[in-house]
Each structure stands twice: as C-alpha cells, then as structure tokens.
C-alpha cells in the first residue's frame, strides 16, 4: 500500500523527533489504517494543519485572545491531540468526570484540502467508516467563521490501546461525529 504521508509533515506540526514507542504505535495507525485509505479513496493530496500537542502549546492555546479579547482557540484537556500525555483538567464537569488528570488520549490530527468543500469530504470521511474501510475514534468537522476556514479532526479508536471495559467504566466514550460551526465553542452530534 502506496503511503502518501512523510514523517516530516508530522514532525513539522510538533510530532516528537525521536518518540516513544506508544507514540509511534499510534502515529503508524493513524496514517496507515486512516489517513492513507482516506487519501488513496479521495485521490487528492491533504495537509495536515495539526498534529501532536504538549502542554505549552495547549496553555497557549487558552491564552490567545483575538482582537476583541474573546479566545481564538477552544482547546479541550481531553483531546486526542495530546497522545497520551497527561493532561490537567480545567473544566468543572471535566474534572468531575475524568479527575484531576486526563491521561487516554490516543492520536489525533487536523487535516483539509485544498479547494474542497470540508463539509462534502465529512460525508466521505464518515461513508468510509459507515462501510468499514476505517475505523477512527472521532470525526469532526469544525469551522473558524473568523477566518472562513474549516478542516477535520480525526482520531485513532480508543480501543487501540485500551479495553471496552476501561473505556465504558471511566466514560472515556465519546460521540463519534460531530460538528462545530463556532471553531470549538460548541458541537453538534450527528
């Protein structure tokens, strides 16, 4: 199978250089079993515009303003971006659930392309999942209305490293396609 993704193009988006064996574990799934089916099936190149977060970047993620003074991103502790690290809780219901520390992400990237409709390749995305041609944790397609950009968060299923029985006892489960028209204040399930 033809692999249409460089190690670089992650690297470049903070992908560790050297990573740990988990990492790699992770990475290796996440572009052969989802992006490179996704990209052989579409047959148009796609840019990765976020991969691999560490806590820095997430804190100063919280800590960008835009002009207005409203936030200009809406990171979440217990996103797929962050491959397992462990991360701090902020908000309430979060920590309620989850603890002080989140801990079982599994992989994430953001990705477009170019000169393509987000919302159509979505539909595609999820089509490819529905008929068992990938298997992802979550599928998201979210909108900047700022900046008229969109792109799909896609993750790797929780089940690659952990067992149903973990992920239903500590309700790690979440909703498999969603949508965001507000970049991340909110989603809609679908």
Request: charged share 30%.
């Amino acid at each position: 199978m033809k692999n249409y993704f460089t190690p670089s193009e992650f690297i470049k988006k903070g992908f560790p250089n050297p990573a740990g064996p988990v990492e790699l574990f992770l990475l290796k799934n996440l572009r052969d079993k989802i992006l490179n089916p996704i990209r052989r099936e579409i047959g148009r190149p796609m840019r990765i515009t976020d991969c691999y977060r560490i806590i820095a970047k997430y804190k100063r993620m919280l800590e960008a303003r835009n002009k207005d003074g409203s936030r200009k991103y809406n990171p979440s502790a217990t996103s797929d971006h962050f491959w397992g690290q462990p991360v701090p809780t902020i908000k309430k219901r979060d920590r309620q659930k989850y603890g002080k520390i989140y801990s079982f992400s599994v992989g994430a990237v953001d990705f477009y392309i170019p000169r393509v409709k987000m919302a159509d390749v979505f539909d595609f995305v999820v089509g490819m999942e529905k008929e068992f041609k990938i298997r992802t944790g979550q599928i998201v397609l979210e909108h900047n209305p700022a900046t008229k950009f969109s792109w799909i968060h896609i993750s790797n299923p929780k089940e690659i490293l952990l067992s149903d029985t973990v992920i239903n006892d500590l309700g790690l489960s979440k909703f498999k396609y969603l949508i965001s028209e507000n970049n991340g204040k909110s989603y809609e399930s679908i």
